[in-house]
């Protein structure tokens, strides 16, 4: 949340309003940040947005049956244009 530059969406002119960014990305059985795709209303927010996710650090991996797996994540984004 706090790296993330909210202040792009003024900047870009967007309507006022409550503005949404969905991410949908994989934690791999390494724990690490693949397949990283976005939603977003401008192709900016939508870069920014991925940038903000590339950020995370290594996670633990999922498990089952004590076996590291994939883990598919959806990160939704809302914010207000005033």
Do not use: C, W
Request: no cysteine; glycine share 6%.
């Amino acid at each position: 949340n706090r790296k993330f530059d909210a202040d792009l969406a003024q900047e870009l002119g967007l309507d006022e309003g409550k503005k949404r960014i969905t991410v949908l990305f994989t934690i791999d059985e390494n724990g690490n940040v693949t397949g990283i795709q976005s939603r977003a209303p401008h192709p900016k927010l939508k870069k920014e947005a991925e940038r903000v996710v590339r950020l995370l650090p290594k996670m633990q991996p999922g498990k089952q049956q004590d076996k590291n797996v994939k883990v598919k994540y959806t990160l939704p984004i809302v914010f207000r244009v005033d």
